[in-house]
């Protein structure tokens, strides 16, 4: 069985810490024989919701940008992982609009009552969050919660974070002793349906 691993690149700056990580986990997930694509957020042309409760009556966004190839997308996919560092507190802009345009899949749900159908191969669908921070000790909570009500919207479970606080310039996450080597075990563990 051929998983779909959705890899989501949240970040501002291209080829940055969170991409990297990103990049070994679905190098990981790809050794394994998952089925693996990359997205890169800040790229795409994706708009802030607009809260016009459109989606209320359709069960999808009127807005037509590239959140519209992300829509099926998010549906196929078995596992979900977005990559994103913290930016005062939370996820970056790209990363928060191209979250708050996944309210069609809230209002699909629980104003329509139109539930997801499950995945192709009926494998419950999993979220993971990447992250990095510049401060020592800073808290990755914010941006969890926020993966985690995403990820609850689309039916999906929250399978954990990759987090490592203290890695700001870019690159800086090269130097991490296991970092790249984590994340890539962790793509490993994608690849099966039992697991994530
Ligand atoms: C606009 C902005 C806001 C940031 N806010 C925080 C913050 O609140 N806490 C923190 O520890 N680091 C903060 N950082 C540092 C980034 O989280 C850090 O450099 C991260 O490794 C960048 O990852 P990237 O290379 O994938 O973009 C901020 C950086 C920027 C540019």
Known sequence: ????VLGLAGSPRRRGNTELLLDQVLAGAAN????????IL???RIGPCRECDSCSETGRCVQQDDYQLLYPRLIKAERIVLAAPIFFTGLPAQAKAFIDRCQCFWARKHVLKDPLPSTDTGVQRQGFLV????GADV????????VKAFLETLDAQYGGELSFPGVDEKGAILNHPTALEDAFA???SLARPGEG
């Open 1 to 4: 069985m051929r998983l779909r």
């Open 32 to 39: 394994r024989g998952a089925q693996t694509e990359k997205l």
């Open 42 to 44: 800040a790229d795409m």
């Open 131 to 134: 992250s990095t921070a510049g």
């Open 139 to 146: 808290s990755f909570q914010c941006a969890i919660r926020a």
């Open 186 to 188: 962790l793509g490993k």
